[in-house]
């Protein structure tokens, strides 16, 4: 009898045992598909050796906002959205906000699926240690209807990009998520990482490179982020939440100047500015100037000052033509299909002879 009932016990264990919950990893597939349809693939200009020509973005309103990295892809007036669902729409930069490095895209649609970014400005800074996920058109995964790319990770810390000499420079220099995922390769920019419950936390930045260390940074700036500048020669501070909200009617800050003297000699005549976001294409380089001694030449392609991302003559001028003399810029240019690095220091303005 003792026997029986033992070997009862072992049976009944045993299928207390296969009858209890089976673990496994949660799904967050029903996550995916909700973000999935909150979010757009660009595709404008690049596509050249590294440039690509794709990018991510996300809906801010059910009338076809969209929220983005400012870059290059955006200086086109053939840029291209795609929606999750497949529908294609010709897209308009309507504000952009460099001190931040993001832009605000419109597209004549209705009644989308959005990201209520004023409410999630509310939420407190996550917390180190909080699981994330990641979603983003990095490496073109999608084109059509596809579903975006999603990673999952953890936020690893929270602190300033680290500018230094020995790393392209971000145009937004605060605080951001850093991330234990590999988020940010190309195309991920303008891609979001949220909770696994979907809220939104931040956008994913641009490709951030140490030239010093060769190691790359995963980040996304957090949708609270704000940024100081000048607007109307007065000091002020701007939010992704005020881009958001203000649309069309919003006015980008000036970035602080490098100094409050008068301008230091380069020597890069670029070509006329005569449409509304002309490339910054070398015209011509004065004979002895800073530029010629560096090694750049007429037809060159200005992409990138300092590590930012140059989309037009303006922007251009406004970077390096209030520097003092003395101040040295790394100058990176498109020649042919190749990115070419050059070291230009700016020196006193000529008194006589060409000005650029």
């Given amino acids: 009898m003792r026997i029986l009932k033992y070997v009862a016990s072992v049976i009944l264990a045993g299928l207390t045992v296969a009858a209890g919950p089976v673990r496994s990893e949660d799904s967050f597939a029903s996550v995916a598909d909700k973000v999935n349809a909150k979010l757009v693939k660009l595709f404008g200009s690049g596509g050249f050796q590294g440039l ?25 007036p053939d840029l291209l959205v795609h929606l999750a669902d497949g529908r294609r729409f010709k ?14 895209v419109k597209i004549e649609g209705k009644d989308l699926d959005f990201f209520d970014v004023p409410k999630a400005s509310e939420r407190p800074i996550a917390d ?6 990641a979603f983003s058109n990095q490496f073109k995964i ?14 690893s810390g929270y602190s300033k990009l680290p500018l230094r000499r020995g790393i392209f420079e971000a145009p937004y220099s605060g605080e951001v998520y850093v991330i234990d995922a590999i988020t940010n390769n190309p195309g991920a920019g303008g891609g979001v990482i949220t909770t696994r419950k979907g809220e939104l936390l931040g956008l994913i930045g641009k490709e951030l ?36 909200e203000r649309k069309e009617k919003y006015s980008p800050l000036r970035p602080p100047s490098k100094n409050t003297g008068p301008g230091g000699f380069h020597g890069i ?6 449409v509304e976001r002309t490339p910054p294409y070398v015209e011509d380089v004065i004979k002895g100037s800073p530029a010629e001694k560096a090694g750049l030449k ?52 000529p008194a006589k002879g060409p000005k650029p």
Avoid: C
């Avoid at 609270?224 to 939010?239: C, E, F, L, P």
């Fill in 52 to 76: 690509a020509s794709y990018g991510t973005g996300a809906l801010v309103s059910p009338d076809g906002y969209i929220l983005t990295v400012s870059s290059h892809i955006l200086d086109t």
């Fill in 91 to 104: 897209g308009k930069v309507v504000a952009t906000e460099p001190n931040l490095d993001v832009a605000l």
């Fill in 128 to 133: 180190t240690g909080t699981g994330i996920l």
């Fill in 142 to 155: 999608a084109e059509r209807e596809e579903p975006m790319s999603v990673q999952r990770g953890v936020i």
């Fill in 209 to 244: 490179r140490n030239n010093l260390t060769d190691t790359w940074i995963n980040y996304a700036v957090p949708i609270q982020a704000t940024a100081k500048g000048k607007r109307d020669d007065a000091d002020a501070t701007v939010s992704i939440v005020e881009l958001v």
């Fill in 269 to 274: 005549v670029l070509v006329p500015n005569v």
């Fill in 298 to 349: 007429p037809d060159d392609l200005i992409v990138y000052v300092d590590g930012e991302q140059v989309g037009n003559i303006n922007h251009f001028r406004d970077i390096v033509e209030r520097a003092a003399p003395g101040t040295e810029f790394k100058i990176e240019i498109r020649r042919g299909d190749r990115l070419q690095a050059f070291q230009v220091k700016l020196e006193k303005m």
